[in-house]
């Protein structure tokens, strides 16, 4: 950022304490300036969405958000945490984000009663945490006071990682059954535990087995009651240095194990920022630039990955070799995730 001419002040790290003096005075400031941060966020102020430029589009609920295939709209997007406390070596936000307080959950369930009264009704809800299944207590809590205060228990997409799942079951599932946690997001990355351990995951294909079985078993209770099964937001990634074609089918195996799913499949690309990201630039391996760092799946990210291999696997054209072992439920499914292909 300091390359590019057009950025006048740069705020290095949260900003919450220094913001406001920042923007009303900026010339009394270098132009980088060290931010500081709040302790918790419980000392955030509720957003005013009416600062969002409308896009005036027909039936754009603005200041609210429009579906986006997780839940109905109005949506609303919230978050309840800042900073996914683990480190793996694809993201490690926790090396340059600093952790802080997590909001109350009356302030949250207050916000989203404001903007179901305000703009709404609310369709669905986001919580857009980097991780929202940690810390139990506040869990238990949201557990036993969002069906209770909030309007309605709006459906909402939130994410999870498999160990956490796995340590905290009944949590897990409670969440799921009187929440209306109806849209689980889970780093699932990789059915090899070589490439787990590769990626710093600190999940096993054990975790991610477990809780695939468990949203499996609560999706057909569901069904049962002739509700709508909860379902998996599936993040998977392809193309990671080091992994092999066993691996790569493991993982499409442990996908089509899951009953209901969205699958969210990317191709492996080293950000910097990120441990690993460092290292193949380091070491002259990456296919990314200043120019290209987005997150479009298509483009080869890394010498030496055989894309065209991993192609013709989303294309489904390795299906008889991933069906191996799979019961005749999953070997149903298609093998074809070309369309699941969506980011990087």
């Known amino acids: 950022m300091m390359e590019i001419e057009e950025f006048d002040r740069i705020c290095q790290g949260p900003g919450e304490k220094i913001i406001v003096d920042l923007v009303e005075d900026p010339l009394a400031f270098p132009r980088l300036v060290m931010g500081v941060g709040a302790k918790s966020m419980a000392e955030w102020p509720m957003m005013d969405r009416t600062l969002w430029p409308d896009p005036n589009l027909p039936g754009f609920p603005w200041p609210l958000e429009p579906e986006c295939g997780w839940g109905p709209g109005p949506v609303a997007t919230i978050i309840t945490s800042r900073v996914c406390p683990w480190?793996?070596?694809?993201?490690?936000?926790?090396?340059?984000?600093?952790?802080?307080?997590?909001?109350?959950?009356?302030?949250?369930?207050?916000?989203?009663?404001?903007?179901?009264?305000?703009?709404?009704?609310?369709?669905?809800?986001?919580?857009?945490?980097?991780?929202?299944?940690?810390?139990?207590?506040?869990?238990?809590?949201?557990?036993?006071?969002?069906?209770?205060?909030?309007h309605r228990p709006w459906p909402y997409w939130a994410a999870a990682r498999s160990d956490t799942a796995r340590q905290w079951p009944d949590l897990f599932e409670a969440l799921v059954r009187e929440t209306n946690w109806n849209t689980i997001s889970i780093g699932f990355e990789s059915g090899s535990d070589r490439v787990l351990r590769i990626l710093n995951k600190e999940c096993t294909v054990e975790d991610n087995n477990f809780t695939i079985d468990l949203l499996n078993k609560i999706g057909e209770d569901f069904q049962r009651q002739g509700e709508q099964p909860p379902k998996f937001w599936?993040?998977?990634?392809?193309?990671?240095?080091?992994?092999?074609?066993?691996?790569?089918?493991?993982?499409?195996?442990?996908?089509?194990?899951?009953?209901?799913?969205?699958?969210?499949?990317?191709?492996?690309?080293?950000?910097?920022?990120?441990?690993?990201?460092?290292?193949?630039?380091?070491?002259?391996?990456?296919?990314?630039?200043?120019?290209?760092?987005?997150?479009?799946?298509?483009?080869?990210?890394?010498?030496?990955?055989?894309?065209?291999?991993?192609?013709?696997?989303?294309?489904?054209?390795?299906?008889?070799?991933?069906?191996?072992?799979?019961?005749?439920?999953?070997?149903?499914?298609?093998?074809?995730?070309?369309?699941?292909?969506?980011?990087?």
């Open 87 to 150: 480190q793996c070596v694809f993201c490690n936000e926790a090396s340059y984000i600093p952790n802080m307080g997590r909001k109350p959950v009356e302030m949250v369930i207050e916000e989203l009663n404001y903007l179901d009264d305000t703009y709404g009704p609310l369709g669905s809800v986001v919580i857009h945490d980097s991780m929202f299944f940690q810390q139990p207590t506040w869990l238990q809590e949201w557990l036993e006071k969002y069906p209770r205060l909030a």
């Open 234 to 344: 599936a993040n998977i990634m392809l193309g990671i240095p080091g992994e092999t074609r066993e691996d790569a089918f493991d993982t499409i195996r442990m996908l089509k194990r899951m009953r209901w799913v969205m699958p969210s499949i990317a191709y492996y690309a080293p950000y910097p920022g990120s441990a690993l990201g460092y290292q193949l630039i380091a070491e002259g391996k990456s296919l990314m630039s200043k120019d290209n760092y987005h997150r479009y799946p298509n483009d080869e990210k890394v010498k030496g990955i055989d894309y065209p291999f991993y192609n013709d696997l989303l294309a489904g054209k390795y299906d008889h070799e991933i069906n191996r072992g799979l019961s005749s439920h999953a070997q149903s499914k298609s093998g074809v995730y070309q369309d699941d292909l969506v980011k990087a």
